[in-house]
């Protein structure tokens, strides 16, 4: 699946070229602080950082998203695209942001 998801990226970049801009998900995780390099924890800090994004902001969302965003299925994508968006407004956007993010967690040394 992997290398499919590469090869769709491939297309993407080539066929728009001037508007593209590849983002390596490590960059998002590391960038909110939810890396855990664990790919199961990752989901689920996405998720847990979305959820307390939507908290903290509950009037950008409709009531239908953030009742979608509570059903089960397809929660994880659905808070990696609400962070790989962040990022990108975060990193690359001139425009300014209101919204209030979740902290970031602070950096955790292992001993």
Known sequence: ??????????VFESMFFER??????KSVKMHYGI???NY???KAKAVEWTRDF?????????EQVR???TAPQKRDDMADA?????????TYSNQNSVLECPQRAPD???N
Do not use: Q
């Not at 939507?54 to 409709?62: H, K, L, Q």
């Not at 609400?82 to 975060?90: S, T």
């Open 67 to 69: 009742s979608n965003f």
């Open 1 to 10: 699946m992997r290398c499919n998801m590469r090869i769709i990226e491939a």
């Open 54 to 62: 939507m908290e903290a902001n509950p009037d950008v969302f409709p």
């Open 108 to 110: 955790v040394t292992l």
């Open 35 to 37: 890396s855990t390099r």
């Open 40 to 42: 199961r924890s990752n």
């Open 20 to 25: 593209c801009t590849v983002i390596a998900p």
């Open 82 to 90: 609400l962070l790989l968006v962040m990022y990108y407004l975060d």
